[in-house]
């Protein structure tokens, strides 16, 4: 069964961080785009960043946390990381991932997994 486990959020301050964790389990990451995408109630769920296949490498951030936001990949853990430095309340919302075929637009293979929560509050 593919699947995959979001780990890492929590409740930090505005300017904090978090490095949130996307592990893969019934596939390996290697030959798929990993993107990660977010939701706060109430409103559209928002594609965040995605990594293209190892032999690409291309990163996708969207504007809102361009500078701020850093995606990276191990494929020997068979997980994908998301830095988030200098956090602000608008990050806040559950932040989920899911394996594409490609970076193009966030249309992910399997459902989005469960998600991890971030909150970001003074």
């Known amino acids: 069964q593919l699947r995959v486990v979001e780990s890492g959020g929590g409740v930090v301050q505005p300017g904090g961080s978090l490095r949130l964790s996307c592990v893969a389990s019934g596939f390996n990451v290697d030959p798929y785009a990993i993107a990660w995408s977010r939701q706060y109630p109430g409103k559209e769920r928002e594609g965040v960043s995605c990594?293209?296949?190892?032999?690409?490498?291309?990163?996708h951030y969207t504007d809102a946390v361009k500078g701020r936001f850093t995606i990276s990949r191990d494929n020997a853990e068979n997980t994908v990381y998301l830095q988030m430095n200098n956090l602000k309340p608008e990050d806040t919302g559950l932040y989920s991932c899911?394996?594409?075929?490609?970076?193009?637009?966030?249309?992910?293979?399997?459902?989005w997994g469960q998600g991890t929560q971030v909150t970001v509050v003074s």
């Open positions: 899911a394996p594409q075929l490609s970076c193009s637009g966030y249309v992910p293979m399997i459902d």
């Open positions: 990594i293209s296949a190892t032999n690409d490498r291309t990163k």
